[in-house]
């Protein structure tokens, strides 16, 4: 007899799929069944974060590491866009908005939504030897945060930290399971400090990914229905072992008119970069690329 609470997983997706037509059924019933998140790469090297792969026409678009420089990249954001960040913000939620509007973080895109997933995974041309794929995991078997932790006293709580130091102070807590100031410690002081009278559901789940939920105050985030993993490193590919080591994924193996017929039904289920992007600047480049999209959907009807 299982134990009280635990949830029995009674459908699972399969390793590859060759046609969109099977893989959208299972995607919804996988969803119903399972509390799961869903990112969709199109290539491996797009489970490491976008700070360690950034590409520029600086560098004739080859890539570029930047991990070296999160804290001044953030600092440096933090300082020109605070007039143009709204409502009030947690230090995570600021680190949310520069990912989503192209600053390079350690932050890495997740969705609760399959099929943004799905759209993410195949809106462009995978990478040489590499595939169309979704990786999924269950978001209760991991740690996950409405905000930062760090240093929490009342004076914190009052009155905030400096931004950089806050999360400086954050990221040194899930980078050492040694740290005195580990998120399982800063989550329970919270709760001591306020007494009870908010409660919180963040949890911590001991050498499990660390997911932020984002307060959704970003369009995008709320498009995207979006939610980010926080690797507790940026050395070498240790970000992208870890999603490996975590999570599942389910390969598409796709031919080019499949793809693109797949595209064109994500696109009239309303998932498409003009809905997932709702930004001026975003809402041009997606007319041009429906006016694109739709030369290369007719070469397969000659």
Known sequence: MNPKNTKVVTFDLEHEYK??????????RFSRENKAVFRGVSSVDQLNPVIKRVRS?????????LSKFEYDLLNDFKRNASSMLN????????????????????????SRDPFVALYFSISKSKEVNDDYRIYYTHIDQHTLISKSYS??????????????VDYFDFIRSI???ESNN????????????????????????????????????????IAQKGLFSIPTSLKGNEASKEIERNCKYVTLSFSDEERIQ??????????????????IQNIAASITDKFVFNEVKNRFKD
């Open 19 to 28: 046609t969109s037509r099977k893989l959208i059924n299972d995607l919804i």
């Open 57 to 65: 026409h600086i560098t004739n678009w080859k890539k570029s590491d």
């Open 87 to 110: 409502g009030f913000l947690d230090t995570l939620d600021i680190v949310a908005y520069a990912q989503h509007f192209g600053l390079p973080t350690r932050f890495i895109d997740w």
């Open 151 to 164: 240093g929490v006293t009342h004076f914190n709580l009052n009155n905030g930290n400096d931004f950089i």
């Open 175 to 177: 980078e050492s399971e």
């Open 182 to 221: 580990t998120l399982q410690t800063a989550i329970n002081d919270r709760e001591i400090i306020l007494e009870g009278k908010v409660t919180t559901t963040d949890v911590y789940r001991r050498n499990r990914l660390v997911f932020f939920d984002s307060n959704a105050s970003n369009p995008r985030i």
């Open 262 to 279: 797949t595209l064109d039904f994500l696109e009239n289920m309303n998932y498409s970069a003009l809905r997932l992007f709702p930004d």
